[in-house]
């Protein structure tokens, strides 16, 4: 989840979404994947926030069923 946030705060995509695959795949949940994104955002501003709105939750949907 850490990396999770970095990606997010660098505005990394890729990061973004390996480490989406590894937190589901580590057992986090959507609710937790969310918080950590929530803290990035808060370092990060409004880019980060436009990467958490589109590239995270395309990350979230894709991934979210292969661990259910």
Known sequence: LVALGIGINKLCKYC???????AYKAGATRAEILA????AVAMGG??????SS??????LDEFEHGFD
């Open 54 to 59: 589109t590239v995270l939750n395309a990350a």
């Open 46 to 51: 409004g880019p980060a926030i436009a990467y």
């Open 36 to 39: 950590a994104a929530e803290v």
């Open 16 to 22: 973004i979404c390996v480490h989406t695959y590894g």
